[in-house]
């Protein structure tokens, strides 16, 4: 059964960083697409950064030129660095994984930005 686990959320200043990683364990076969969405209290869940298999990326306007998605394939982990934080990018975060065994989530990981 495959698995998505976050972690690296947590509480951080504006200005500051913080680097999400998402594992995957379980056997996952033909991925195409991996991603990070939030979702705000109050707010629909919002795609922010996104790789495809042939390391196409894809950023929320809100989010470009701070914040970065990466994938390491041995360690079937993808990353997504997070500089320049603002209040504005308090919210849950969510990995996506698609492949064509089928579309996976994680639990998500609170990150919380105070001014």
């Known amino acids: 059964q495959v698995q998505l686990v976050e972690s690296g959320g947590g509480l951080v200043q504006a200005g500051g960083s913080l680097r999400l990683s998402c594992a995957a364990s379980?056997?996952?076969?033909?991925?195409?697409?991996m991603g990070w969405y939030r979702q705000a209290p109050g707010k629909q869940r919002e795609l922010v950064a996104a790789i495809t298999a042939g390391d196409n990326t894809n950023y929320a306007d809100s989010v470009k030129g701070r914040f970065t998605i990466s994938r390491d394939n041995a360690k079937n982990t993808w990353y997504l660095q997070m500089n320049s934080l603002k209040p504005e990018d308090t919210a849950v975060y969510y990995c996506?994984?698609?492949?064509?065994?089928?579309?996976?989530w994680g639990q998500g990981t609170q990150v919380t930005v105070s001014s």
């Open positions: 996506n994984v698609r492949a064509f065994g089928g579309n996976y």
């Open positions: 379980g056997s996952i076969f033909s991925i195409y697409f």
